[in-house]
């Protein structure tokens, strides 16, 4: 740690074999939520692997959300 420089963190999430309706998504609000509350600002990217289930909806959300935003998660496919 760096003295008055902000540390910048990736989140990766697996979603392998796990479909829109099957995400526990208390778990994941409540992952989230602590992650916004004690590291606000320090996310660099979310990488997210395997994620057929949200990438179907990413669509219609995005539309919502700044460019600089969009630019931070980043969806992996298979074989990236």
Sequence with gaps: MVPYHAEKYNLIMDFNHISFSDI?????YDALEKINNYYCG?????????????????????????ESQKKRIIFVDKGE
């Design 24 to 28: 526990p998504y208390g778990y994941l």
């Design 42 to 66: 320090n996310s660099e990217k979310t990488f997210l692997f395997n994620s057929q289930g949200i990438k179907n909806i990413w669509k219609m959300v995005s539309f919502f959300l700044p």
